[in-house]
């Protein structure tokens, strides 16, 4: 069983932690401390060497940060986690805050006097967050890089991990590692850079074909490198790491080193570096003498998936929705009385497991039943573990890691007898879903540009989402991956091979949340019959059924019921030979016209 379900935190160690923290911070003559929830690589999921801010609050969430002053500590969360971040910590001695909402700037200068110094871990905070703090605060309070004082106080904090790195066969990465690193050399001869620094684990695993386990739920090496215009590497991490086989694959032009060589060798970069201000910590920076601020340069070649890698993620997406289909036919034929959150992930993760495919699960299963549903990251653990809710809904979020993809999917079902309000509610979910899989545009928009198509239904009855709509995913990577996303703040163009999620929402507190979510992949520009522009589109990845016992089919346009009852025609298609006679039974019913 990948998944687990003890309680991860608890909000009662939060007051004395937090007293600790701040005897520290006085010794060392500072005001306040930062403590975000990234680690040095600005990972969604970090090591448990890393979960500083959760060792410190209770809160658990994949985003966020405290700040601890001497009187006060704000945990800042955004619209995923207001209702988690409530739950998980001691509101006694911390304070929900919004990110949206409550700029960190304004926070600070209301609370600490002019002059005042604020703490922060120079490895754990990015060279723009910084720079914009820092501007925002206008001379008025200091930030001061020190010595990280929870790694101090934290007495059984676990050791950084030491997993192993292993080749990523070339069937599935479609392009050799040498390839990559001479298409990149030469971007960065173009502009003048005699190096790149590299941060993100994904950027690095994929440019060199390797996969690692420092990490759960993403296949990823907690490692850093440095690309040079030569296209040699400089791969910094955990010797322990690595094997010969390994060391045969990485060839004679990527070095492996400590981690202790890591700044040295930045010293010694004379002329001009890249480094990303958006994901490299400031104290990267700081150890080079002519850094320039540059892209990853691996970051958008790695979304734009080639035909191998999609290739591959089709196959996996087929796997799993067999698996899905086994999970759905059997939730939707067994005895609710008594089924809990905890069974449910347990027979879904064995439907998967059973695959013998399954490397991981892609990130911890939502699966919310009734009120825990509305929590948009509910995590269920032995002390949340509910019933499912009889005449309610079960929002069920999952993927699975296959070495040939990464797959993602959501669907909500109805626990018994949906009321009138869940039917409509869902079925404008639904809508906006649709709008956005049959979407054309013309090459150059970015997600930005079209995340309002999912979300016009819901605003038209009044509903919105606190989400965004979408978010890469990697090919046997990181389930969250840049630097598309379909949402107000995607800004990055959309462009083909690029693979997003497409998942609307409706979330009402206290009573249930809907969700539906495919992956869709971005397809090259064609010109629609009778046009005379090409247009680029999306090719819907993800083959499971829609629950019709929530859709009202006359909410639905023409159109739309076209594409529902077509898709549900592919999906039994698709998966209806792999299924067992029980579940064959089941997809007949649910692939039926509405």
């Given at each position: 069983m990948f998944q687990t379900f003890t309680t991860p935190s608890t909000p009662e160690t939060g007051a004395a932690r937090l007293a600790q923290l701040r005897t520290a911070l006085s010794q060392r003559g500072i005001e306040g401390f930062l403590v975000p929830r990234s680690d040095a690589h600005q990972g969604e999921n970090v090591a448990p060497h890393d979960e500083r801010l959760a060792?410190?609050?209770?809160?658990?969430?994949?985003?966020?940060?405290?700040?601890?002053?001497?009187?006060?500590?704000?945990?800042?969360?955004?619209g995923r986690y207001t209702l988690q971040v409530r739950k998980q910590i001691d509101l006694s001695a911390f304070t929900p805050q919004s990110l949206v909402n409550d700029k960190l700037s304004e926070w600070l200068l209301a609370r600490l006097p002019e002059g005042a110094r604020i703490g922060y871990d120079p490895m754990l905070h990015t060279v723009a967050e910084l720079e914009?703090?820092?501007?925002?605060?206008?001379?008025?309070?200091?930030?001061?890089?020190?010595?990280?004082?929870?790694?101090?106080?934290?007495?059984?904090?676990?050791?950084?991990?030491?997993?192993?790195?292993?080749?990523?066969?070339?069937?599935?990465?479609?392009?050799?590692?040498?390839?990559?690193?001479?298409?990149?050399?030469?971007?960065?001869?173009?502009?003048?850079?005699?190096?790149?620094?590299?941060?993100?684990?994904?950027?690095?695993?994929?440019l060199l074909n390797i996969r690692g386990s420092d990490i759960v739920r993403?296949?990823?090496?907690l490692a850093f490198a440095i690309l040079h215009d030569d296209a040699r590497v400089d791969l910094f991490t955990d010797p322990r790491k690595a094997s010969p086989e390994l060391l045969d694959h990485l060839g004679d032009q990527v070095t492996l080193h400590p981690n202790e060589a890591f700044q040295p060798a930045l010293n010694a970069l004379k002329s001009r570096?890249?480094?990303?201000?958006?994901?490299?910590?400031?104290?990267?920076?700081?150890?080079?003498?002519?850094?320039?601020?540059?892209?990853?340069?691996?970051?958008?070649?790695?979304?734009?998936?080639?035909?191998?890698?999609?290739?591959?993620?089709?196959?996996?997406?087929?796997?799993?929705?067999?698996?899905?289909?086994?999970?759905?036919?059997?939730?939707?034929?067994?005895?609710?009385?008594?089924?809990?959150?905890?069974?449910?992930?347990?027979?879904?993760?064995?439907?998967?497991?059973?695959?013998?495919?399954?490397?991981?699960i892609s990130f911890d299963t939502i699966c919310g039943a009734g009120p825990n549903g509305a929590i948009v990251h509910y995590r269920v653990d032995d002390s949340s573990n509910a019933e499912l809710v009889q005449d309610s809904l079960l929002l069920v979020d999952s993927g699975g890691q296959y070495l040939d993809g990464t797959?993602?999917?959501?669907?909500?079902?109805?626990?018994?007898?949906?009321?009138?309000?869940?039917?409509?509610?869902?079925?404008l979910v639904l809508q906006g879903m649709i709008n956005l899989s049959m979407l054309r545009w013309p090459r150059g928009l970015s997600g930005q540009e079209i995340d309002a198509m999912a979300r016009a239904p819901l605003w038209a009855a009044g509903f919105d989402y606190d989400h965004g709509t979408g978010h890469g995913v990697g090919a046997y990577l990181g389930v969250h991956e840049g630097p598309a996303s379909i949402s107000r703040r995607g800004t990055v163009a959309l462009d083909p091979g690029m693979i997003l999620s497409n998942e609307p929402g409706y979330y009402r507190e206290n009573a249930w949340g809907i969700r539906i979510e495919n992956l869709v992949v971005v397809t090259p520009p064609e010109t629609p019959e009778g046009g005379d522009r090409a247009m680029l589109g999306f090719?819907?990845?993800?083959?499971?059924?829609?629950?019709?016992?929530?859709?009202?089919?006359?909410?639905?346009?023409?159109?739309?019921?076209?594409?529902?009852?077509?898709?549900?025609?592919?999906?039994?298609?698709?998966?209806?030979?792999?299924?067992?006679?029980?579940?064959?039974?089941?997809?007949?019913?649910?692939?039926?016209?509405?």
């Open positions: 060792w410190l609050t209770g809160f658990t969430g994949s985003a966020g940060f405290c700040v601890v002053l001497q009187d006060s500590a704000g945990v800042f969360v955004d914009a703090l820092e501007s925002a605060l206008e001379g008025k309070l200091s930030l001061c890089p020190t010595e990280n004082p929870i790694d101090a106080i934290w007495r059984d904090q676990p050791a950084p991990p030491t997993g192993k790195i292993t080749p990523y066969p070339i069937e599935f990465a479609g392009v050799s590692s040498a390839e990559k690193r001479v298409q990149l050399a030469t971007t960065l001869r173009d502009n003048d850079l005699c190096a790149s620094v590299l941060t993100l684990p994904d950027s690095i695993c994929w993403a296949p990823l090496v570096v890249g480094i990303d201000k958006k994901t490299a910590p400031i104290w990267v920076c700081n150890q080079i003498q002519h850094p320039v601020n540059h892209p990853d340069p691996c970051v958008l070649p790695k979304a734009r998936k080639n035909p191998a890698e999609l290739a591959g993620t089709r196959t996996a997406h087929r796997r799993d929705a067999v698996a899905m289909c086994e999970f759905l036919a059997w939730l939707a034929q067994a005895d609710h009385s008594g089924l809990t959150e905890i069974d449910v992930v347990t027979r879904l993760e064995s439907f998967r497991r059973n695959t013998n495919a399954l490397t991981d797959t993602d999917i959501t669907r909500t079902v109805a626990i018994g007898q949906p009321d009138h309000d869940m039917i409509r509610a869902f079925t090719e819907t990845l993800t083959w499971v059924p829609i629950d019709r016992a929530l859709i009202d089919p006359t909410q639905l346009t023409p159109v739309q019921q076209d594409w529902l009852n077509s898709y549900h025609r592919a999906v039994f298609e698709m998966v209806s030979p792999h299924v067992s006679p029980a579940t064959l039974d089941w997809l007949q019913r649910a692939c039926a016209p509405v």
